[in-house]
């Protein structure tokens, strides 16, 4: 029999107060990719000018009615600030990971609510008002790192990885979403609930509205005199190399030192050198090239620009400092 759910219009409206940082957002594709047999997630479009989908009312219901799957994106463009970050773990062991983090979280009096994944779980924090993601990143980087977590990313294929995973984001950038809480996953076909409450809409978002939340004051206090870890600042790296290379008519093309790609969404999707290195990455999805502009490509396990050109054999030029 099919589990049939309906979400009223003052749940769809909570669930959007609570989780929607931004207009965009991204859709888990219902057929899965024929050869990696990933459900992808692409930026919905419609109309004959291709303009992008905004999220609303009838989109979250549907979400959450299982209709469809949507992903959030964590930071909002305009004030670089999000309502919550999750930590979405998905190794053996990434459940003790989670359970540790939540625990330590505590010790601050930070609640954290964990859900279920398909292999593991996301535990999510939520800010009392959207707070600097940049601010967020310091406190829980910091706190993973004296945990002595794995962190995903810099070499590192498997670890938790943490959202945001920008401290912000510019005009025409995204970031990174993560699927949206509660709907069902495609690839799983099922709905994966937080612990914390009753396996029903309902009581799941009363247990989320209870949820003590994060405020600003709080998380400038546990991130006094903290940075980012060096290894994960991604603050935007000089672009004088890339223009150097252009401007002197040898521009790197990532598309000559891949292998075969496939078109999702508006990407080709091919194996990332960086990771195929390190023999991760046999599904061969992990490198998304931008078909508009193949200048922009992106691992979504976390190799840096810099990884993947040393992949290819093509490094960044060192900028020496004048
Ligand atoms: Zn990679």
């Known amino acids: 029999m099919k589990y049939v759910v309906s979400a ?6 909570r669930y959007g107060r609570l989780f929607v940082n931004r ?4 859709l888990q594709s219902m057929r899965p990719d024929p050869e990696s047999g990933r459900h992808h997630y ?6 004959p000018t291709g303009q992008e989908l905004g999220l609303n009312a ?3 219901r549907r979400h959450l009615q299982g209709e469809i799957t949507i992903g959030l994106y964590a930071i909002n463009p305009v004030t670089q600030r999000s309502k919550w970050v999750a930590i979405d773990a998905d190794y053996a062991g990434a459940m003790e990971d989670l359970l540790k983090l939540q625990y330590s979280l505590q010790q601050d009096r930070v609640d954290a609510a964990l859900e279920m994944s398909k292999r593991g779980g996301h535990l999510w924090i939520f800010m009392e008002a959207p707070a600097l993601a940049c601010e967020c990143r310091v406190y829980i980087y910091n706190l993973a790192l004296k945990l002595g977590m794995r962190i995903k990313g810099r070499g590192l294929a498997e670890g938790i ?3 945001p995973k920008h401290d912000e984001v510019r005009p025409g950038e995204y970031g990174n979403a993560i699927r949206g809480p509660l709907g069902i996953h495609r690839g799983a076909n099922r709905r994966y609930w937080f612990y914390g409450a009753d396996y029903d809409l309902e009581k799941q978002m009363a247990y989320l509205g209870r949820l003590r939340k994060l405020n600003e004051e709080e998380l400038r206090s546990f991130i006094a005199g903290k940075t980012m870890p060096a290894e994960f600042d ?12 252009r401007s002197s008519g040898h521009e790197f093309r990532i598309l000559d030192h891949v292998g075969k790609t496939r078109k999702v969404g508006r990407n080709y999707v091919t194996r990332c050198p960086s990771c ?6 046999r599904s061969g999805d992990n490198l998304a090239i931008s078909i508009d502009d193949p200048r922009k490509y992106l691992c979504w396990a976390g190799c840096t620009k810099e990884m993947i050109r040393r992949a290819v054999g093509c490094p960044i030029p060192v900028r020496r400092s004048a």
């Open 161 to 163: 990885e943490i959202f």
């Open 234 to 245: 991604r603050k935007p790296s000089a672009p004088t190399s890339e223009t150097i290379l």
């Open 276 to 281: 195929a290195e390190a023999g991760q990455d």
């Open 8 to 13: 009223t219009p003052e749940l769809v409206e």
């Open 42 to 47: 692409y930026r919905p479009k419609t109309g």
């Open 58 to 60: 009838v989109t979250i």
């Open 23 to 26: 207009g965009a957002y991204t």
